[in-house]
């Protein structure tokens, strides 16, 4: 039975986004299967106060996690493709426009792209922020997306800016699960000299 590992992912984050390509990669060359859950951004930098409701440019920003929410709801096996989707509209071909990014997301993968006009509104904020509350409690306040949970232990990260394919994701994997299995390894880190790069 392949082992389990929950990702939680914010679609407008590069980082994130370039670590889901890493995993699917890992589940070529592993016996494992990703499940992928919903974070928010939003959520995390509110700090206290509630999300607003006349910065437009915000309220954009909250789109893509708002529609992911409502895909896990509402088609629970295609999450990891829109996920792929929506990655691919904002990070590899620039789409900024994040209310246009989700609707042809979800025209890609068969759904109806009226689901953004639900997206718009915080009519499924409840869902997402317990999603996102859900992996924050694995790891704490002070981190951000994407979240990696193996087995018993998570961890924000890890935090690559290129995709390692075949047996190099592998390895990298094995790395990531020997650390988690040490319960007294919390922080490994660099500072970071390159964007993420998506083919």
């Given at each position: ?23 699917l990669?890992?589940e ?6 990703v ?6 951004l ?13 910065d ?11 529609t ?8 629970p ?7 792929t ?5 904002i990070?590899a071909?620039?789409q ?14 068969g ?13 499924h904020d ?10 924050i ?12 949970s ?16 075949g ?19 919390f922080e ?7 964007r993420?790069?998506v083919?």
């Amino acid at each position: 039975m392949a082992e389990r590992v929950d990702f939680w992912f914010d679609p407008i984050c590069p980082f994130a986004y370039v670590t889901s390509r890493w995993m699917l990669e890992v589940e070529k060359v592993r016996d494992v299967e990703v499940q992928w859950h919903v974070m928010s951004l939003g959520v995390l930098n509110e700090k206290g106060n509630p999300a607003p409701t006349e910065d437009e440019d915000i309220l954009a920003r909250w789109i893509p996690a708002r529609t992911s929410t409502i895909v896990a709801q509402s088609a629970p096996e295609k999450i990891g493709d829109f996920y792929t989707a929506i990655g691919t509209e904002i990070h590899a071909k620039g789409q900024r426009d994040f209310e246009a990014a989700s609707r042809t997301a979800l025209a890609a993968i068969g759904l109806d792209e009226a689901l953004v006009e639900e997206a718009k509104t915080d009519k499924h904020d409840e869902v997402m922020r317990a999603s996102h509350h859900e992996g924050i409690s694995k790891v704490g306040q002070d981190v951000g997306t994407p979240i990696v949970s193996f087995g018993d232990t998570a961890f924000f990260g890890p935090v690559v800016t290129r995709v390692p394919t075949g047996e190099e994701a592998g390895k990298i994997f094995d790395g990531a699960v020997a650390l988690a299995g040490y319960p007294y390894f919390f922080e490994l880190k660099r500072t970071r000299t390159e964007r993420p790069q998506v083919d």
